[in-house]
């Protein structure tokens, strides 16, 4: 993970990956959604000193940054639980028994739902995650687990913690690393065009 | 990651589609489609390698607009006609294609299925409208939930880099292309053509007043022609087998099939390829597809393509799944992806689920949006909570009017129509909620509800 000698918030060989992956693109800040993907899976949080350091490694402001970090819901500004579940509360999901789904788990967790976590596990509602036809659904740590009933649920969550059902943790299994890192574009840096 | 179920696939891969051609999903089945090897052993790529040695790029444009193919996510824009509008090959500057994979309209979940199970074919879509478009480079944007889809999706582009699929001089054919993925972080609006790009761009996704048009001026200021999963997935079929094959499926103005998902409750939940055309009937109630109303229960209501679509009572049960018939029941097929509610769900609840998610989803730089799906989502939350007041629903169809056709996207808009239609088929149901709630003493107006404002 971090070293000691580099403020980098990524290894140096993934640093090194992603500075040839800005120029497959007219501007490098069109790597930013992805690399702070990756800062939050090593990191387990995008916190300021990482802002800071992809602004500029982008060449952009720290606050542009920011304003995606807080545009898009799937980045961590606070630390984050080791296990983290989101419910779908749409409507496919909503009609399948999605209130059940959470009453269940927060029974199984002890934890109330979208009020934090204990820092091992964190169960939030989230918005439609695209499983409708399977649903009710949950995603633990970017794993989805469809068509689930409250007692699924409950031993989805037992098979996790006793190590049956593994859920990705850490640096993600998705390596963004395309083997061609082409440089698609072929014109002069782009001009201005009002 | 491996071995985990794929509920959302075992219903389509089951059905046997009887009845009628497939071209989407034909291949799905089959396993590992996912590989490049398995792939090829089942044709992909051999529509446009075809395509390279035989067909001019005109041509290619051409049979795309004879073919009458319209857009699948969601406006049902003609496609060919959208590529026309890119200037023509001899201009110097680069071009781009931006591939729609932000599936994200609640009920819908069909792009997710062609991504995991055939992603190739959505290559060879790509392959084929870059070299009718002349692009340099396409850039697919798929949504951040989608990790498992990103992954399959970025293997499969490797191995088709790695086999001379994509890159520089494809074939030796002198056409080359790059193909880039690109993770989105969650946040609906990026579907939205513009904010799509905004987001590729590595920005919020806020979509960009229009004109200027993405053929004019989209991604990095370049001419772009964006287009969704499953419209590009249409396109090898219509260049291998012809247009007048491909219009021979669907109806005149709205050929081809189309990937309907059936969610709610329904006995068979799935993603089912269908002609356009077919009725809803059919489709909530054939033994082929959604199989009936589950538990033996009534229908109250059906949304038909997607949570901003609205909803419909049974009394329009035989619509038939066009962009024409759908749109003037008031409403639209958009995502063709069909919502069952059975006899006992309430349409309050469902219609407030639908405005909260607007309103999560507002990207807030329109007032009439940011404030108006605030208004619907609260005042729906007090009828649904037993604190409806009589003026509330008067309130909301005119909140609704403030909030169409005024701001740079639609999502305004579509926050408001499944408001609007619900009113429209179902008024007696908020009433009798606003109703019930003026019964239980305490519960009056101005009991520390606050405004909606």
Not at chain 1, 1 to 6: A, D, I, L
Not at chain 2, 204 to 221: N, T, Y
């Amino acid at each position: 993970m971090e070293t000691s000698t580099t403020k980098a918030p990524l290894p140096p060989d993934r640093t090194a990956w992603w500075e040839r992956r800005k120029a497959c693109f007219p501007e490098a800040r069109a790597i930013l959604l992805p690399l702070l993907h990756d800062i939050q899976d090593h990191r387990g949080l995008v916190d300021g000193e990482a802002m800071q350091w992809a602004a500029d490694f982008v060449g952009i402001s720290p606050v542009e940054v920011y304003g995606v970090l807080t545009f898009y819901w799937m980045y961590d500004l606070e630390p984050r639980a080791k296990r983290r579940i989101a419910v779908c509360r749409n409507i496919s999901c909503d009609l399948m028994g999605a209130r059940r789904i959470v009453e269940a788990l927060e029974d199984e967790l002890g934890l109330e739902c979208d009020r934090g976590g204990d820092g091992d596990w964190s169960l939030r509602t989230v918005e439609c995650m695209g499983a409708c036809t399977a649903a009710p659904m949950m995603d633990v740590n970017g794993r989805y687990f469809e068509e689930l009933t409250p007692e699924k649920a409950r031993e989805i969550v037992r098979a996790i913690r006793e190590g049956r059902e593994e859920v990705p943790e850490g640096p993600a299994e998705f390596a963004p690393v395309p083997a061609n890192l082409a440089r698609s574009w072929t014109e002069e840096p782009r001009k201005e065009e009002a | 990651m491996s071995g985990a179920t794929d509920p959302a696939y075992a219903w389509p891969l089951r059905t046997p589609h009887p009845g009628h051609e497939t071209y989407l999903f034909d291949r799905i089945g089959i396993e590992g489609m996912a590989d490049l090897e398995t792939a090829r052993a089942h044709g992909a790529y051999e529509t446009f390698e075809r395509v390279l040695e035989e067909m001019e790029p005109s041509e290619v444009t051409a049979a795309v607009k004879d073919s009458g193919l319209r857009g699948r996510g969601g406006a049902g824009f003609p496609c060919g006609l959208k590529w026309t509008f890119m200037p023509p090959l001899d201009d110097p500057r680069p071009r781009f294609l931006a591939v729609n994979a932000d599936e994200s309209e609640p009920g819908t979940c069909k792009d997710r299925v062609l991504i995991r199970r055939h992603p190739h074919l959505l290559l060879e879509g790509i392959l084929c409208a870059s070299y009718a478009m002349g692009i340099t480079a396409a850039h697919i944007f798929i949504r951040g939930e989608y990790v498992e889809e990103a992954r399959v999706l970025q293997r499969a582009i490797d191995e088709a880099y790695a086999a001379g699929w994509i890159g520089a001089d494809i074939r030796g054919k002198g056409f080359g292309v790059d193909i880039h993925l690109t993770r989105g972080a969650g946040a609906y609006i990026c579907g939205e053509e513009t904010a799509l790009m905004e987001a590729t761009e590595g920005k919020r996704g806020h979509p960009r007043p229009k004109p200027p048009f993405p053929a004019a001026v989209g991604l990095w200021g370049k001419p772009t022609t964006v287009n969704n999963v499953e419209t590009l997935c249409n396109v090898p079929a219509i260049l291998a087998k012809g247009v007048a094959w491909y219009r021979r499926i669907g109806t005149q103005a709205s050929p081809g099939n189309v990937l309907a998902g059936i969610s709610g409750h329904v006995a068979r939940p799935g993603v089912y390829e269908v002609p356009l055309g077919i009725t809803m009937r059919r489709l909530i109630e054939d033994e082929a597809f959604g199989g009936g109303v589950r538990n033996g229960k009534g229908l109250k209501a059906f949304i038909p393509g997607g949570s901003s679509s609205g909803f419909l009572p049974p009394s329009e049960l035989d619509v038939p799944l066009t962009h024409d018939d759908l749109k003037e029941k008031g409403t639209m097929l958009g995502t063709a992806s069909v919502i069952v509610l059975d006899e006992d769900a309430s349409i309050v609840r469902a219609t407030r689920i639908i405005a909260d998610f607007y309103h999560d989803e507002s990207c807030g730089q329109c007032s009439q949006c940011r404030e108006g799906t605030g208004w619907l989502a609260r005042i729906l939350a007090r009828i649904e909570r037993g604190a409806g007041r009589p003026e509330d629903l008067d309130i909301l169809l005119e909140a609704c009017a403030n909030m169409k056709g005024k701001t740079i996207c639609v999502l305004s808009d579509a926050a408001a129509w499944p408001v609007e239609l619900a009113l429209r088929h179902f008024r007696g149901e908020f009433e009798e909620a606003i109703d019930r709630a003026r019964t239980v003493v305490g519960v009056a107006a101005g009991s520390g509800e606050g405004s909606a404002s």
